[in-house]
Structure formats: structure tokens, C-alpha cells
């Protein structure tokens, strides 16, 4: 069953801005990770996230998780046309089994 | 050099014929598995194989059957297809004990 929920469904924004998605879910879970899918392409891994960290960090990129909330959220600073792509938050829980959002589109404008 | 490879990229078939799809990976992982991706871009899980053996096998009609012939390959084969199968199938692999999968290009399935 489908345990992430990406918000907004779709995001379009002007290079250099900044874009900000969120997930929610709702079980428990070990860890949670972002994933980019540029069209016609297959899922690359952007970020981790686990249960006991709150934020983490890599170049462009910020993930914040409040479990208490059981949510996420991913920041792209500074955007540039390459960043156009969808994006999906994936949950794992003990099984190590990734559990998908329906994503979100974003769409940089030059 | 590429991690996870799928064949083929795009597969257009009538209904009722039988089709496989395989996906090889040349990262050293020991897990693989096979997702469908639907119109709506959702992404489901549909089996999971460690060191060829059968770990995760989700709701699936049994008209799909995976193969792992070695821990670097998982095939996908499909009997009867169906206008419903129609959808990107992507090939995964993972280390057992570590989170985090690679993904193969898809694979495009068209039932017409």
C-alpha cells in the first residue's frame, strides 16, 4: 500500500528560487529517502534520512523529519533547469522495503 | 559501465502474448527487485529476490513471474498480458542490510 503523500502534487518555479516539497506518512519507519526521476528515466537517490535524525544536508539539498508528525520535507536551494524532475519520498520500515509516494513534479523556468 | 540495465528499453505487444523483461546489475549487490510504475507515476513494489531467493512478493496476479538465475540478473516474465499491465516496470538492486536501491532505466510496456 501506498505509505508516503507527496504535497504539492506539482511545482513550478523560476531558476535560483528555491523549492520546497513535502511527504507525509503513516507508520512507523526506520528511514526516509528521496528519490529524482528526470523524465523517462529511473529513480536516482538523493538523500536519507533516518528515524532518530531531524536534518540532514547534501550540497543544494535539506531534508528535515519530524516523526512526532510524520513528515518530511525536502528544500532544493537555488534551483536550475537540471532540477526539473520529479521527485518521490520513499518510507522504510524494518523490512528495508521502499514504500513510494506518488511524488512531486517540479518544473524550473528559465 | 552501467550499475542496473534493463532490456528491453520499450516493449509494444498484443494482449495475450507472453513477454519477458530482464535486468541485470553489475554493482555486486545481493538483492534485486522489480517495481511497476503506473500512469500516475505511482510506484509499487511487486517482488523482491535475495541471493536468488524470494523475499518480498506483493499482491501480484500470478500471470507474473520473476526468476533469478543468479544474484545478478532478475528476469520478469509475464503470461497473457493484459491492457492493465501497460506501465514502466524498473528493475532495482539493493545490499541486504543497507536501504538505499539503484534503479534501472524502466522498462515501457505497451498492451495493445
Known amino acids: 500500500s501506498q505509505q508516503g503523500e507527496e504535497d504539492p502534487q506539482a511545482l513550478s518555479i523560476q531558476e535560483g528560487e528555491n523549492a520546497t516539497m513535502n511527504c507525509s506518512y503513516k507508520t512507523s519507519i526506520n528511514n526516509l529517502q528521496w528519490y529524482r526521476q528526470n523524465s523517462g528515466r529511473g529513480l536516482v537517490h538523493l538523500i536519507l534520512i533516518r528515524s532518530n535524525e531531524r536534518e540532514k544536508h547534501s550540497g543544494r539539498l535539506r531534508v528535515t523529519l519530524d516523526t512526532s508528525k510524520k513528515s518530511s520535507s525536502l528544500l532544493i536551494t537555488a534551483s536550475r533547469a537540471a532540477d526539473t524532475a520529479s521527485y518521490f519520498c520513499?518510507?522504510?520500515?524494518?523490512?528495508?522495503?521502499?514504500?513510494f509516494g506518488a511524488g512531486t513534479t517540479v518544473t524550473v523556468r528559465a | 559501465d552501467t550499475a542496473v540495465s534493463q532490456t528491453p528499453k520499450y516493449l509494444v505487444t498484443q494482449m495475450g502474448n507472453d513477454k519477458s523483461i530482464k535486468c541485470e546489475q553489475n554493482l555486486g549487490h545481493d538483492t534485486m527487485y522489480w517495481y511497476k510504475q503506473d500512469s500516475k507515476k505511482f510506484l509499487k513494489i511487486m517482488f523482491s529476490y535475495n541471493n536468488k531467493e524470494l523475499i518480498i512478493n506483493e499482491t501480484v496476479p500470478n500471470r507474473f513471474s520473476p526468476k533469478s538465475p543468479d544474484k545478478a540478473h532478475l528476469n520478469l516474465h509475464i503470461n497473457s498480458l493484459e491492457l492493465g499491465d501497460s506501465a514502466v516496470y524498473f528493475c532495482?538492486?539493493?545490499?541486504?542490510?543497507?536501504?538505499?536501491?539503484?534503479f534501472g532505466p524502466g522498462t515501457r510496456l505497451l498492451v495493445l
Open positions: 520513499a518510507t522504510v520500515a524494518n523490512d528495508y522495503k521502499l514504500s
Open positions: 532495482a538492486s539493493s545490499q541486504q542490510g543497507t536501504a538505499v536501491q539503484y
